[in-house]
């Protein structure tokens, strides 16, 4: 399957904006979908996971509260919704496919997305 990331931006901190990871080539809903973001100078981190069904969601405690992931089998996405953004929050965000179970490890990934640009201004 291959993946592609859209939907980053500049927002203001406290803004909000969506990305969507859309599938090609396969039905997404097989595969449990996570999202990870890499900040300047950082490592990539998890942000969140849903699983193939859209049943089970998690997500870093840094993200809780203010994002939530959501799934549309229908239309081969995964979306995920950032809320009250702060300036923290600037990365490159991925998506990342594996199939079935939801896992916050990036070596558990096997499909992975380019990513897109988040900036968060404060």
């Known amino acids: 399957v291959q993946l592609q990331a859209s939907g980053g931006g500049l927002v203001q901190a406290g803004g909000s904006l969506r990305l969507s990871c859309a599938a090609s080539g396969r039905t997404l809903g097989n595969y449990a979908v996570g999202w990870f973001r890499q900040a300047p100078g950082k490592e990539r981190e998890f942000v969140a996971a849903?699983?193939?069904?859209?049943?089970?969601?998690y997500y870093a405690d840094s993200v809780k509260g203010r994002f939530t992931i959501s799934r549309d089998n229908a239309q081969n996405r995964v979306h995920l919704q950032m809320s009250s953004l702060k300036p923290e929050d600037t990365a490159v965000y991925y998506c990342?496919?594996?199939?079935?179970?939801?896992?916050?490890?990036?070596?558990?990934?096997?499909?992975w997305g380019q990513g897109t640009l988040v900036t968060v201004s404060s």
């Open positions: 849903i699983d193939f069904s859209g049943g089970r969601t």
């Open positions: 990342a496919g594996r199939f079935f179970a939801l896992n916050r490890k990036e070596s558990e990934y096997d499909y």
